[in-house]
């Protein structure tokens, strides 16, 4: 299930998924926590991991069996991603897995892929810049929004751009989401990885909800720079 602000990688999700068995009850999603414990309207689901913010998937076990508990989860229209998580873990015993390349925080608005020359001939950074520049050195690190009433459990961590499977992003950014599963494709034909993370100047700490910070970078490396660049 998705948003409609939810762009879908749909064979790279499928590629994904192929971890999990198919014929268990699978709850697959970008794990959050809501820690504002005197909400009224919910506070049983205080403290409750969740599959927050566009996008979760359930197995085919699953969906059939949370049909029957359809009455329950609607009780009181409390239909969000902190009541589904808390029905799921209560009565199924049933938890949320992450999916590294399920991205629901931040809302992703821009895309950067490079630097492209501009009408005066000066180099400019533009997100229409589809020459994908060389990643920095070393690797950008993971991003991580701090808590406060709610948010995300795990960092935005840097990502192989052929494992994107759900990125919450505006609409307007789609047609160039669009276009990393040919660019990984044609790059990985010379040795070349395309890697996306949040650039945050080298920090790898920011506010709640990554505070504004809805760029997503882009950039390419020789698949055994990962290695060489990790220092223990």
């Not at 009780?75 to 009541?83: I, L, N, Q, S, T």
């Not at 925080?105 to 630097?115: A, C, F, K, M, N």
């Not at 790059?187 to 760029?215: C, K, N, P, S």
């Not at 882009?218 to 990790?230: D, G, I, K, T």
Request: proline residues 7%; glycine residues 8%.
């Amino acid at each position: 299930m998705a948003s409609d602000d939810t762009y879908v990688f749909v064979e790279q999700l499928r590629s994904e998924l192929e971890i999990f068995n198919p014929t268990k009850q699978i709850y697959v999603g970008a794990p959050g926590l809501l820690l504002a414990c005197w909400f009224s309207e919910q506070p049983d689901a205080c403290g409750e991991a969740h599959a927050g913010g566009g996008a979760y998937i359930l197995s085919r076990p699953l969906a059939i069996e949370f049909v029957k508990l359809k009455g329950l989860y609607m009780a009181g229209c409390m239909k969000d991603d902190v009541r589904m998580g808390q029905l799921l873990r209560h009565a199924l015993d049933v938890h949320v897995q992450p999916l590294p390349g399920i991205k629901n925080e931040p809302r992703i608005s821009r895309i950067l892929w490079g630097q492209c020359r501009g009408s005066s001939g000066d180099l400019e950074e533009d997100t229409a810049c589809y020459t994908i520049r060389s990643c920095p050195r070393p690797m950008p690190p993971p991003v991580y929004a701090g808590l406060d009433q709610a948010g995300s459990i795990f960092p935005f961590a840097p990502l192989d751009a052929t494992r994107l499977a759900l990125v919450q992003s505006d609409p307007a950014v789609w047609p160039a989401l669009s276009l990393l599963p040919a660019a990984a494709a044609e790059l990985a034909e010379q040795d070349r990885a395309v890697l996306v993370y949040l650039d945050f100047g080298g920090h790898r700490m920011v506010g709640r909800h990554y505070e504004g910070l809805e760029t997503l970078s882009v950039c390419a490396h020789l698949a055994a720079e990962r290695l060489s660049n990790f220092h223990a």
